[in-house]
């Protein structure tokens, strides 16, 4: 069973930083990334990374987030800065491979982590 597993999340100040990991016992995924989620809305993107390291944001990314990965440690990062009480969420990363059988990607998903900024 494909698992990824966050953490990292927490409370912070607004202004403030966290970082949060993902690692996964899967090596093929070809992009890893970030979503977030506020009770009754969407799933939204946040920030995406493929396996080359070309990355992208989200315009709610842009500028205050940085994602990385690191293959070695089959681990990708997300480092988040100038938080605002609006980036309160649970954060979910995900990974998608390619599946041999259908050609299509495959997406799994870790089990989130909330983070949480208020003064």
């Known amino acids: 069973q494909v698992r990824l597993v966050e953490s990292g999340g927490g409370l912070a100040q607004p202004g403030g930083s966290l970082r949060l990991a993902c690692e996964t016992s899967?090596?093929?995924?070809?992009?890893m990334g970030w979503f977030r989620q506020t009770p009754g809305k969407q799933r939204e993107l946040v920030a995406r990374?493929?396996?080359?390291?070309?990355?992208e944001y989200t315009d709610l990314a842009k500028g205050r987030f940085t994602i990385s990965r690191d293959n070695a440690r089959n681990t990708v990062y997300l480092q988040m800065s100038s938080l605002k009480p609006e980036d309160t969420a649970v954060y979910y990363c995900?990974?998608?491979?390619?599946?041999?059988?259908?050609?299509?990607?495959?997406?799994?998903w870790g089990q989130g982590t909330q983070v949480t900024v208020s003064s």
């Open positions: 990374i493929n396996v080359g390291g070309s990355t």
């Open positions: 899967r090596r093929d995924f070809i992009i």
């Open positions: 995900y990974g998608d491979a390619v599946n041999t059988a259908t050609k299509a990607f495959d997406r799994s």
